[in-house]
C-alpha cells in the first residue's frame, strides 16, 4: 500500500508521453514479389487475377476492413499464385526477417495502452526492432483478419494487448509457430505465453481498505465480461466481502465496459438505488473517471458524498479533481515483459511456454473517505 502525498511529476512526464505517442502511431504496409528480379507484384495485379477492385485487394492485404470469407479467400489465392510478400518481411531476405512486431491494440485513446506502449517501444529499440501497431475498436472480425494476416509472414512476432477472443486464432498461430505474446489476457490452454498482472489480490485489496475505512455498501463498475481482468477483478471485489463478513448484493455489480460513457451510466444507475451505495470501485481508471462525472452532475461531492476507487494507474490518475486512489498496475513493465517472452520464442522456437504475472499496488490519493461503520 503506498500514499502518494506529492505531486507526481513521474506520472506528468508519462502523461506528456502518451499523447504525443497517440498522435505519431502511423501503420504502412507494402508488396514486393518473391523473386527480386521479377517486376513488383502490384495490386492491381492480384485484382485482376481475382477478379475484384484494387481496393479491396488492398483491404485484404492490409486488414483495414470487413471483407466477406468468399472475397478474402479469392484475393489471398491470386496474391499466392503471383507469388508477393510484405515488404516487411522482404528486408532481410538473406534472414527470412523484417525485423517488425506487430502489436494488437483495442484502441489507442488512453493511457493504459500507451503506457504499455512504450514499455514495448523501448524493449525493441533495444534489440533493433521495430513496431507496427493494429488498433482492432473490439471488433472480433477486425482481430480475427489481422492476426491471420500477420501470421502469413507480415512480421516475425505478435503482442496481444488485452484481445477480445483469442479462442478463434491462437490456434492457428501454435499450428504455424508464430511467436506471440497474450498481455493482460488469459489463454485458458495454458499453451501460450501471457503478461498478467495480480488482477485478483489487486482488486481485494482495493475493496477490503473501503472496508476498513467503514464502508459496507460498495458497488463494483465491471469491464468487459469477455475480459480475463473483468473476471479476476470481480472475484476478488467478491472474495473481500465474503472475507469479512458483508453480504454480497448483486444491484451493486453493474456491467461497464472499461469506457467513460457506459461507467457515467453505471453510476447513474447505482445512484437511482433506495439503498444506494456508500462507495463506487471501478474496474478500471477511465470507468472511475466516468462515474465521477455522474456523481458530480448529480451535485455529489467526492469523496464527502461518496468515494471512487479506481483500477490501474494511468497518468490521468493523479490529475483528476480529486485525484484518484487506484490500483496500479505496472504498465510499462508489462510491455517490457511482453517483448521479453516473444523474443524468447523468437529464439528458441520449442521453449516452454510461460507466464509472467506482475504484482500490483494501491495507491491512497483523495478520492475516498472514511465514514462511520453501518
Known amino acids: 500500500m503506498h500514499n502518494n502525498s506529492q505531486f507526481d511529476k513521474r506520472l506528468m512526464t508519462r502523461y506528456y508521453f502518451c499523447n504525443r505517442l497517440q498522435k505519431s502511431i502511423e501503420l504502412n504496409l507494402f508488396m514486393v514479389s518473391k523473386d527480386s528480379n521479377k517486376q513488383p507484384v ?66 489507442i485513446d488512453n493511457s493504459y495502452v500507451t503506457e504499455i506502449v512504450a514499455g514495448i517501444d523501448d524493449e525493441l529499440v533495444n534489440n533493433d526492432l521495430n513496431l507496427m501497431i493494429y488498433t482492432t475498436r473490439r471488433q472480433f472480425g477486425k482481430e480475427q483478419d489481422y492476426v491471420n494476416n500477420i501470421a502469413r509472414g507480415m512480421s516475425d512476432g505478435l503482442l496481444l494487448l488485452v484481445p477480445l477472443a483469442t479462442d478463434a486464432y491462437v490456434g492457428i498461430l501454435r499450428e504455424r509457430n508464430f511467436p506471440y505474446v497474450l498481455i493482460d489476457q488469459h489463454d485458458s490452454s495454458g499453451e501460450s505465453c501471457e503478461v498478467l498482472t495480480t488482477n485478483h489480490d489487486g482488486a481485494y485489496e482495493a475493496t477490503q481498505y473501503l472496508i476498513e475505512i467503514g464502508h459496507r455498501r460498495i458497488a463494483f463498475i465491471t469491464g468487459l465480461r469477455e475480459l480475463y481482468s473483468t473476471r479476476e477483478r470481480l472475484a476478488g471485489y467478491k472474495s473481500a466481502l465474503q472475507d469479512h463478513g458483508i453480504a454480497f448484493n448483486p444491484e451493486y455489480v453493474v456491467e461497464g465496459d472499461f469506457w467513460k460513457k457506459e461507467a457515467y451510466q453505471a453510476a447513474t444507475r447505482l445512484l437511482a438505488l433506495e439503498n444506494r451505495p456508500t462507495a463506487i470501485f471501478a474496474a478500471n481508471d477511465l470507468s472511475a473517471m466516468g462515474a465521477m462525472n455522474a456523481l458530480r452532475d448529480h451535485n455529489l461531492s467526492i469523496p464527502k458524498d461518496m468515494s471512487v476507487i479506481g483500477f490501474d494507474d494511468i497518468a490521468q490518475a493523479v490529475l483528476a479533481n480529486p485525484r484518484l486512489t487506484t490500483v496500479r498496475q505496472p504498465l510499462e513493465q508489462m510491455g517490457r515483459s511482453a517483448v521479453e517472452l516473444l523474443l524468447e520464442q523468437m529464439n528458441q522456437p520449442d521453449c516452454p511456454k510461460r507466464q509472467i504475472i506482475l504484482a500490483t499496488e494501491l495507491i491512497i490519493r483523495d478520492s475516498c473517505q472514511s465514514i462511520e461503520s453501518e
Open 42 to 107: 502490384t495490386i492491381y495485379d492480384i485484382a485482376r487475377e481475382s477478379g475484384v477492385s484494387y481496393s479491396t485487394v488492398s483491404r485484404v492485404l492490409n486488414g483495414f476492413e470487413f471483407v466477406k470469407d468468399a472475397t478474402r479467400e479469392k484475393v489471398l489465392q491470386a496474391a499466392d499464385r503471383l507469388g508477393y510478400v510484405a515488404n516487411l518481411q522482404a528486408r532481410s531476405l538473406a534472414g527470412g526477417k523484417s525485423n517488425i512486431i506487430s502489436l494488437l491494440v483495442p484502441k
